[in-house]
């Protein structure tokens, strides 16, 4: 069976301030998570002409460009939502070509600006989000799976090294999450190749850590709570799912894929059923 790695961008960590209000950073997110890209975009593009020398700027537009391929695509719908027990899928996708030269540049230009100044943990964690978001488009797009899981162990080995040190960085913890539990649910064989080509492989671990983005992680903490849907889903505990689904779509109502998944649960759940919704 081929190696197949789902690996998400999941390295996206917070700044250190503990601001109550928004910062532009976290509207370009949220933006991002509500499907208004080009408003995204513009908030990054915003950021960067301000900051120009902060390499989470470029790695933040990067991340728009490679979501607003996901949603193009399908992916999460494909990849996430699906029959399969083990994220497996043999579908061909057609990126946009324009799109990637974006998404490139936006990459190039994050780890130059991260390599300027690579012992401060700003610059850290861009370096890790431009490979994460590199490993993601590897492996969900261009289904170059065995290299992407290359390129997305090296990233959680970073994300350890940067959170030894700044453990309040808490969406950072999301890089060991999704390492975890994405490998965690493949075939009994190919786990054990994955753990011998250096992969952790622990479902524990994987939605410990999940968790503790979505309860005290900024930009990535939507993006977690959607996993830890996508386990409970898995697990057949579909009020788990239905509550998480019920809160993000609360927060982004221009986002179908959180009510389109929790329309699927509403019959269960009218039924009083608490099994499996992915039927």
Known sequence: MPLRTLILPGCLCALAAAATAETPLEVGYRQMYDLQFADAHRTFADWQSTHPDDPLGPASDAAAYLFSEFDRLHILQSQFFTHDQHFYTDHKLAPDPVVKRKFDASLDAARRLAARSPQNPN????????????????????????????????????????????PEMYDAWIAIGVENYMLSVKPLPLRWLLRLAGGETNKAVGIEKLTLTAEKGHYLAPFAKLLLAVAALRDHNTWRARTLLEGLVREYPHNPLYAQELARLQPEAAAGGMGSALR
């Open 123 to 166: 610059c850290q964690f861009a370096a890790i989000l431009a490979n994460g978001l590199h490993s993601d488009y590897m492996a969900l797009i261009e289904t170059r799976y065995a290299a992407s899981f290359q390129v997305m162990k090296g990233s959680r080995v970073m994300a350890e090294r940067l959170l030894a040190a700044h």
